[in-house]
């Protein structure tokens, strides 16, 4: 599988890009039964990936909080990577009809789970909030890796669970991805932020890249 990664790299040919591993259950009959389906297969994308422009990086984004609800772990658990992103794709099309780049969304019980593609942290009083996967939050990798950082920076880092009310008094407010690294907040729901980007974003972008440049020893 190594191999093949590699090999996609160099046919892709870009010094930058964005690689996505999709596997599947095979070849099979029609139908959801998987029991017919013997040999699981993987496909290799290589491509560029931008989620967000250069201006929203710096100015932030606006967001609005989706009256669609993120799937209960009893139904579908939100550790589980797949692409099953119906739900996600009802929220973002709620954004895109109010004219925002982003919908949070909440669990069954009201609390807040996370973005359409995307992991979400605030910040009050200097401390680091984010939701816990029990909440319905996917156990991002770049949400674990900025944890990490800001741990090491000293900064209180707490998985606490989230209401609508702790979005729009937050100090800060920025979302994570693999493919979006990190993006502030501005407002949501029209309720301005106090800060934009502000201090604790600034610093946890700043370690963020360079852990990956240490990781991978690209300047980016």
């Known amino acids: 599988m190594e191999d093949i990664i590699r090999e996609v790299i160099v046919a892709y040919g870009q010094p930058e890009g964005y690689i996505r591993l999709v596997v599947t259950r095979g070849e099979g009959a029609l139908g959801i039964n998987p029991v017919s389906c013997s040999k699981p297969e993987f496909i290799v994308i290589a491509d560029s990936l931008q989620m967000i422009s250069a201006q929203s990086r710096r100015e932030g984004i606006s967001a609005i909080i989706a009256s669609v609800r993120r799937l209960p772990p009893d139904t579908l658990d939100p550790r589980i990577k797949s692409l099953n992103y119906l739900n996600q794709i009802l929220a973002r099309i709620e954004a895109n009809r109010a004219g925002v780049e982003e919908a949070l969304m909440l669990n069954r019980q009201g609390m807040v789970a996370e973005g359409?593609?995307?992991?979400?942290?605030?910040?009050?009083?200097?401390?680091?909030?984010t939701p816990p996967v029990t909440d319905g939050a996917l156990q991002g990798i770049t949400r674990d890796i900025i944890?990490?950082?800001?741990?090491?920076?000293?900064?209180?880092?707490?998985?606490?669970?989230?209401?609508?009310?702790?979005?729009?008094?937050?100090?800060?407010?920025?979302?994570?991805?693999?493919g979006a690294e990190l993006i502030p907040v501005r407002d949501i729901d029209g309720r301005q932020l106090k800060q934009c980007p502000g201090p604790v974003y600034e610093k946890s972008l700043m370690a963020f890249r360079h852990y990956i440049v240490q990781q991978t020893g690209n300047n980016l």
């Open 147 to 178: 944890m990490q950082l800001a741990r090491e920076a000293e900064l209180v880092v707490r998985e606490s669970s989230l209401t609508p009310y702790d979005l729009y008094t937050a100090d800060e407010c920025f979302l994570s991805g693999t």
């Open 116 to 129: 359409t593609a995307d992991n979400i942290f605030v910040v009050r009083d200097g401390e680091l909030h």
